[in-house]
């Protein structure tokens, strides 16, 4: 089974950067258990998450490997508990629908030594 590799990244709005900060300490945290069985739901195996502070705003840069294509579809189409309430930290502190579709960056470059 091949592994496919996922980089992307959304805003986070300035004035909520410490309300993104404890959602992130949830998710690693007391939330982990659930964070790991939505990944299974949808086929993630493994998520990492940066925080890039920028001049005027901050961006969470993803990486993600998946053993699917889709499985940004399968996270979108999960009603769980979790996965409505992990959607709903997001658009309160990034303004981003994860119910909406987004064409997923390009990979160009994937070296190994």
Same mark, same amino acid.
């Not at 969470?60 to 996270?75: G, I, K």
């Not at 959607?87 to 030594?113: G, H, R």
């Given at each position: #089974?091949?592994?496919?590799?996922? #980089?992307?990244?959304? =805003? ?5 950067? *410490? +309300?993104?900060? &404890?959602?992130?300490?949830? $998710? ?11 990944? +299974?739901?949808?086929? $993630? ?5 940066? %925080? ?6 901050? +961006?969470?840069? $993803?990486?993600?490997?998946?053993? !699917?294509?889709?499985? #940004?579809? /399968? ?5 769980? +508990?979790? &996965?409505?309430?992990?959607?709903? !930290? ?6 981003? *629908? /994860?119910?909406? &579709?987004?064409? #997923? =960056?390009? /990979?160009? %470059? *994937?070296? $190994?030594?």
């Amino acid at each position: #089974m091949e592994i496919k590799k996922y #980089m992307y990244s959304f =805003p986070i709005l300035k004035e909520k950067i *410490d +309300e993104w900060k &404890s959602f992130a300490e949830k $998710v690693n945290g007391e939330k982990n258990e659930e964070f790991t069985k939505m990944h +299974e739901r949808i086929g $993630v195996t493994k998520e990492l998450w940066f %925080l890039k502070e920028k001049k005027d705003s901050y +961006e969470v840069l $993803v990486y993600t490997e998946a053993v !699917n294509d889709n499985f #940004m579809e /399968l996270f979108k189409e999960d009603t769980s +508990e979790f &996965s409505e309430w992990f959607k709903a !930290n997001v658009e309160k502190t990034q303004k981003i *629908d /994860l119910t909406e &579709s987004f064409k #997923m =960056p390009e /990979l160009v %470059l *994937d070296w $190994v030594e």
